[in-house]
């Protein structure tokens, strides 16, 4: 059985930081590039970032290129999303997930495996 275990969510004021983990069970971590989504209340679920398997390879949404880094440790099956210079627009819900191929395009209807998400609030 798959597991997506996110952590590290919480409230941080408006220009804080916060990393979030996403530990992995039931699958070769290795096999899988890694993604973040977030949605916020009302809103779809929008993709953030993604590393291929063995982080030769990231991807990033426009709304968060040069404040977030994804990371991934392999030999824990994990993978991070170091989350800086946080906006209010940035609050949400964020969900690890997985997917078997890496590409250049991500969307919320490919992924393989989905985390049950954390929260994220960043307060003005």
């Known amino acids: 059985q798959v597991q997506l275990v996110e952590s590290g969510g919480g409230l941080v004021q408006d220009g804080g930081s916060l990393r979030l983990s996403c530990a992995a069970s039931g699958l070769t971590f290795t096999s899988y590039a890694m993604a973040w989504f977030r949605q916020a209340p009302g809103k779809e679920r929008d993709f953030v970032a993604a590393?291929?398997?063995?982080?030769?390879?990231?991807n990033y949404a426009d709304s968060v290129k040069g404040r977030f880094t994804i990371f991934r440790d392999n030999a824990k099956n994990t993978v991070y999303l170091q989350m800086n210079s946080l906006k209010p627009d940035d609050t949400a819900d964020y969900y690890c997930?997985?997917?078997?191929?890496?590409?250049?395009?991500?969307?919320?209807?490919?992924?393989?495996?989905w985390g049950k998400g954390t929260l994220v609030t960043v307060s003005s």
């Open positions: 590393i291929s398997h063995r982080a030769f390879n990231t």
């Open positions: 997930a997985a997917r078997a191929k890496y590409e250049s395009k991500w969307s919320s209807s490919g992924m393989d495996y």
